[in-house]
C-alpha cells in the first residue's frame, strides 16, 4: 500500500543535464525542464486527494495514466500552442526511436504505435498492464523479462505512447483534475497562456503558475520544493520524492 499521508512538503529532483542522456539538451530544458514538471506534480495532486486501493499495480498503473494525460491537457489549456507543437514533435521522435530498438534489438514490431485511433489504444493498453508489474515500488514491464536493458527501455516506451496518444487526444484539463481530486472543480478560470524560457530555472517558474491555478480551483497543495541534482542512472531524471 502507498503512503497516502499528508505531507508539508513535497521535493522534486531533476538530474542535471549530461552528454549520456538519450535527449539533447535543448529538448530537455523544454521536455523535462518544463512540459514533464507537471506530469510529477500530478503525481503530488493523485497522492493528496486520498486514492487507495489493494491493488498496487492496478494503482500504479491508473496514477501513471492520469498524470500523462493530466501533462498534456494542462498544456494544451494553459501553455502556448507553438510549445505543444514542440513537444509533440519531441515526444513522437522519442517514440520513433524506441518502436525502432524494439524492432532491432528485439524483434518486436510496433509501427503501428503510431496510428491514433481507439484500437490502438486499446489494444496498447492492455498489452503494457498484462506485462506490468511493480519493481521497487514502480512500474516495470515484462516484455522480455530476461533482460534488465530492454526492461528500463519498455518503461521508456510506455511512457512515451501514453504521452504521444494524450498529446493527440483532445481531453479537457478540468475533466483529468476532477478525476484525480475526486471532486467538481470550477471550469470557467480565466488564465493567460504561459510561456517560458528553457533553462534549469524553468521548473520554479512552472511549479509557481500550476499552484496558481490550483489555487484558482480552490484546490490546497502542500509546497512543491524543486531541486537540481547529480544524474543517478536509468530512470532517475525526474522524481517527485513521495
Not at 501553455?79 to 518486436?108: C, P
Request: a negative charge.
Amino acid at each position: 500500500m502507498i503512503n497516502n499521508t499528508r505531507k508539508d512538503t513535497y521535493n522534486l529532483e531533476i538530474s542535471q543535464y549530461n552528454s549520456n542522456m538519450s535527449i539533447s539538451e535543448s529538448d530537455y530544458y523544454k521536455y523535462v525542464c518544463c512540459y514533464n514538471i507537471i506530469h510529477e506534480l500530478g503525481h503530488v495532486l493523485f497522492r493528496e486527494n486520498s486514492h487507495q486501493t489493494q491493488d498496487v499495480l492496478s494503482y500504479r498503473f491508473e496514477e501513471e495514466c492520469l498524470v500523462i494525460q493530466l501533462a498534456a491537457s494542462y498544456w494544451r489549456e494553459f501553455g502556448s500552442d507553438s510549445f505543444y507543437d514542440e513537444i509533440n514533435t519531441i515526444v513522437k521522435r522519442q517514440l520513433l526511436n524506441s518502436i525502432n530498438y524494439f524492432g532491432e534489438a528485439v524483434g518486436i514490431e510496433l509501427k503501428d504505435m503510431l496510428e491514433v485511433n481507439e484500437t490502438n489504444k486499446k489494444y496498447y493498453t492492455n498489452w503494457f498492464r498484462e506485462n506490468a508489474y511493480v519493481l521497487y515500488g514502480r512500474l516495470a514491464f515484462d516484455i522480455v523479462p530476461e533482460n534488465s536493458n530492454i526492461r528500463y527501455r519498455s518503461y521508456n516506451l510506455y511512457q512515451e505512447y501514453f504521452n504521444y496518444m494524450s498529446l493527440c487526444e483532445n481531453r479537457s484539463f478540468f475533466d483529468i483534475a476532477e478525476v484525480i481530486i475526486g471532486k467538481e472543480i470550477e471550469k470557467s478560470i480565466v488564465y493567460a497562456k504561459n510561456k517560458y524560457s528553457y533553462n534549469k530555472e524553468t521548473p520554479n517558474k512552472v511549479i509557481h503558475d500550476f499552484m496558481n491555478i490550483m489555487n484558482c480551483l480552490n484546490v490546497e497543495l502542500p509546497d512543491i520544493q524543486y531541486e537540481s541534482v547529480r544524474d543517478r542512472g536509468h530512470n532517475s531524471v525526474q522524481k517527485v520524492c513521495i
